[in-house]
Nanobody, 127 residues
Framework: QVPLVESGGGSVQAGESLSLSCAASGSITNCMAWFRQAPGKEREGVAAKYTSGSSTYYADSVRGRFTVSVDNDKNTLYLEMNVLKPEDTAMYYC??????????????????????WGQGTQVTVSS
């Protein structure tokens, strides 16, 4: 398991943007993702990226506003978040799975399929 370290969280106003980064200390796996968890809520998948190809997966709540990308040379996963809403407020976690693929739409955003997690970075959006 390769340690993951998130950065880039902060507090913004609704409608603004933030970019998150997730740096892996070693080579990244074939599938990495962003999850979030708000107080009192379950952890939910936000976006996933097949790092060896072009496939990406998004939750309906963020599709069109968030973009997940990867820089394989830097072993870093990114999440560009635009038009942020108060309901986007949560702790955001980076995760990696050791499987060869993300698992398609059925499994790409399922937390239990990921086996390595970062410590999280807080995103707060005020109205």
């Amino acid at each position: 398991q390769v340690p993951l370290v998130e950065s880039g969280g902060g507090s913004v106003q609704a409608g603004e943007s933030l970019s998150l980064s997730c740096a892996a200390s070693g080579s990244i796996t074939n599938c990495m993702a962003w999850f979030r968890q708000a107080p009192g809520k379950e952890r939910e998948g936000v976006a996933a990226k097949y790092t060896s190809g072009s496939s990406t997966y998004y939750a309906d709540s963020v599709r069109g506003r968030f973009t997940v990308s990867v820089d394989n040379d830097k072993n870093t996963l990114y999440l560009e978040m635009n038009v942020l809403k108060p309901e986007d407020t949560a702790m955001y976690y980076c995760a990696a799975k050791s499987s060869l693929l993300c698992g398609g739409n059925r499994y790409a955003l399922v937390p239990s399929t990921y086996n390595t997690w970062g410590q999280g970075t807080q995103v707060t959006v005020s109205s």
